[in-house]
């Protein structure tokens, strides 16, 4: 009798076990993606009711993207230039079309950082294994 209790409880775990597959059920459902929903704004009659409709698939002019309005909430829209701004940009001119390409040119001028520099910009390169510490004194 012992043994045959033994054997149906450990049947009934086992069936009971077999529920717990990871064939589907609550965890592996498809779901919306909660960030990229995105609101749209409230119907709003205008004023004027002598407006032209809009053309079919032009974006809506109130409407702004998700991603827009992020940028605008965290660093407050495009914030029109200072004098001083307006004024070292006048100075600096247009650049050449082309300098980019021509910084690594050796004709190009460029002022002497030290020794320290010329020796980090020589060092061989790798991983370190090989590097050596010399502390002067």
Request: net charge positive; glycine share 10%; proline share 11%.
């Amino acid at each position: 009798m012992r043994k045959s209790l033994t054997i149906l409880t450990l049947a009934t775990g086992a069936v009971l076990l077999t529920a717990c597959g990871s064939r589907g059920g609550l965890l592996s459902r498809a779901r919306p993606d909660e960030f990229a929903v995105q609101r749209q704004a409230p119907l709003v009659v205008p004023p004027d009711f002598a407006l032209t409709p809009p053309k079919p698939g032009a974006p809506r002019p109130t409407d702004r993207s998700a991603a827009q309005q992020t940028l605008d909430a965290l660093f407050g829209g495009s914030a029109p230039r200072s004098e001083v701004e307006k004024a070292a940009i006048s100075r600096a001119g247009t650049p050449a079309p082309g300098i980019r390409s021509a910084v690594g040119d050796p004709g190009t001028n460029t002022v002497a950082k030290g020794e320290l520099t010329r020796d980090i910009v020589s060092a061989p390169q790798g991983d370190g294994r090989e590097a050596q510490a010399v502390i002067p004194g």
